[in-house]
């Protein structure tokens, strides 16, 4: 048995486990949660992997009719984590307020076979909701709930590699639901 | 980069230094848990540290040498300046995901951790303590407690020693 077939499928060690293997005992053995890497959307951000030079482009004001664009660098590091079902990045945000730090991580869930991102800025850490989705046709997809300003926002953010040393990822918010989008930032990923 | 100078951290964001870098890691593990088992398991393993947010947190890399085969884990330790508390966050490679997080902070060179849990469906408390010598030796305790933390079972200890 190879390590990652053996990561599938032993279980009983954390506290999590615990419970999980309570739950696996009850069905009769390890289930749909052992078979994670068999889809292609685990390997889906594999090309994101590496070192990247970031130009970033923020709209000014969100959900304000802005059409008022500023442009900064950054540098972006991607690792794989857990032999490959999610990856770890480092930002170096060179923001003309005030550079700062931050991380992705992404996780990709066997059972619902899609990815969640959280975002953890340096400047407030905090693991708030993540985004969730999947790729599909070379883009991924991914959304969550939030509050802007006091009111109800979805966001929705797109990862696209382009060539194999480009890729963009964008932001956008919702103020009505999904029935129409304004995009925030844009992130423009070269090869470093 | 200023955010990364350590001089404007607070105190607190530095209780976790000790651990950056490479250790092995020698596991301890009961058997069962909270059913008076004085069974343990032992088996080696590997952990790789590192600071993430300027400071304000760091993340590792487990390798989990299980007799049957092993596993990856990481953990995810955020510092909150206002609260003065770590949120300690870890992640199974084997179903990836969040659950709540321990909670805690040092005291007198002890660190402790704390969530409320469910355990084959009754509600446990889970405990963490965390102790040093220095940078070179570590150790790691969980705990379960069916009372509400009157009484605690030592359920997995890790003994860390530097590469």
């Given at each position: 048995?190879?390590?990652?077939?053996?990561?599938?499928?032993?279980?009983?060690?954390?506290?999590?486990?615990?419970?999980?293997?309570?739950?696996?005992?009850?069905?009769?053995?390890?289930?749909?949660?052992?078979?994670?890497?068999?889809?292609?959307?685990?390997?889906?951000?594999?090309?994101?992997?590496?070192?990247?030079?970031?130009?970033?482009?923020?709209?000014?004001?969100?959900?304000?009719?802005?059409?008022?664009?500023?442009?900064?660098?950054?540098?972006?590091?991607?690792?794989?984590?857990?032999?490959?079902?999610?990856?770890?990045?480092?930002?170096?945000?060179?923001?003309?307020?005030?550079?700062?730090?931050?991380?992705?991580?992404?996780?990709?869930?066997?059972?619902?076979?899609?990815?969640?991102?959280?975002?953890?800025?340096?400047?407030?850490?905090?693991?708030?909701?993540?985004?969730?989705?999947?790729?599909?046709?070379?883009?991924?997809?991914?959304?969550s709930d939030d509050s802007f300003g006091?009111?109800?926002?979805?966001?929705?953010?797109?990862?696209?590699?382009?060539?194999?040393?480009?890729?963009?990822?964008?932001?956008?918010?919702?103020?009505?639901?999904?029935?129409?989008?304004?995009?925030?930032?844009?992130?423009?990923?070269?090869?470093? | 980069?200023?955010?990364?100078?350590?001089?404007?951290?607070?105190?607190?964001?530095?209780?976790?230094?000790?651990?950056?870098?490479?250790?092995?890691?020698?596991?301890?593990?009961?058997?069962?848990?909270?059913?008076?088992?004085?069974?343990?398991?032992?088996?080696?393993?590997?952990?790789?540290?590192?600071?993430?947010?300027?400071?304000?947190?760091?993340?590792?890399?487990?390798?989990?040498?299980?007799?049957?085969?092993?596993?990856?884990?990481?953990?995810?330790?955020?510092?909150?300046?206002v609260s003065q508390d770590w949120s300690?966050?870890?992640?199974?490679?084997?179903?990836?995901?969040?659950?709540?997080?321990?909670?805690?902070?040092?005291?007198?060179?002890?660190?402790?951790?704390?969530?409320?849990?469910?355990?084959?469906?009754?509600?446990?408390?889970?405990?963490?303590?965390?102790?040093?010598?220095?940078?070179?030796?570590?150790?790691?305790?969980?705990?379960?407690?069916?009372?509400?933390?009157?009484?605690?079972?030592?359920?997995?200890?890790?003994?860390?020693?530097?590469?």
């Open positions: 048995m190879d390590a990652t077939v053996a990561t599938r499928l032993f279980r009983g060690v954390a506290r999590r486990e615990v419970l999980a293997a309570a739950a696996l005992i009850t069905a009769g053995g390890p289930a749909s949660s052992a078979r994670p890497t068999d889809s292609p959307h685990a390997r889906a951000f594999d090309f994101l992997h590496g070192r990247w030079r970031v130009r970033h482009r923020k709209l000014r004001q969100r959900l304000a009719g802005s059409s008022d664009w500023f442009e900064f660098p950054g540098t972006l590091a991607v690792d794989p984590i857990l032999g490959g079902l999610g990856n770890f990045d480092e930002n170096v945000l060179d923001d003309p307020t005030g550079k700062y730090v931050a991380h992705s991580l992404r996780l990709y869930c066997p059972d619902t076979d899609q990815w969640s991102i959280w975002w953890l800025d340096g400047r407030a850490p905090a693991l708030d909701t993540p985004v969730v989705g999947s790729f599909r046709e070379r883009k991924g997809t991914f959304f006091g009111r109800p926002i979805k966001v929705r953010t797109t990862y696209t590699p382009l060539t194999v040393g480009n890729a963009q990822w964008t932001q956008a918010f919702s103020a009505d639901g999904g029935a129409t989008w304004e995009v925030n930032w844009i992130m423009d990923f070269a090869r470093a | 980069m200023t955010v990364s100078d350590g001089k404007t951290l607070p105190a607190g964001a530095h209780d976790f230094d000790f651990f950056f870098g490479s250790w092995k890691v020698r596991h301890r593990r009961l058997r069962e848990r909270l059913v008076g088992s004085r069974e343990w398991d032992e088996f080696g393993g590997a952990v790789r540290v590192r600071p993430i947010l300027a400071g304000l947190g760091n993340f590792d890399e487990n390798v989990i040498g299980l007799p049957q085969g092993p596993y990856e884990a990481c953990t995810l330790r955020i510092y909150h300046a300690i966050h870890w992640i199974d490679g084997r179903n990836p995901k969040f659950d709540t997080p321990m909670v805690g902070r040092f005291r007198d060179g002890v660190g402790t951790f704390l969530a409320e849990d469910v355990l084959q469906g009754r509600p446990i408390r889970v405990r963490f303590l965390w102790t040093h010598e220095g940078t070179q030796s570590a150790r790691w305790e969980q705990a379960f407690s069916p009372d509400r933390g009157l009484t605690w079972e030592t359920n997995w200890v890790m003994d860390f020693a530097r590469v």
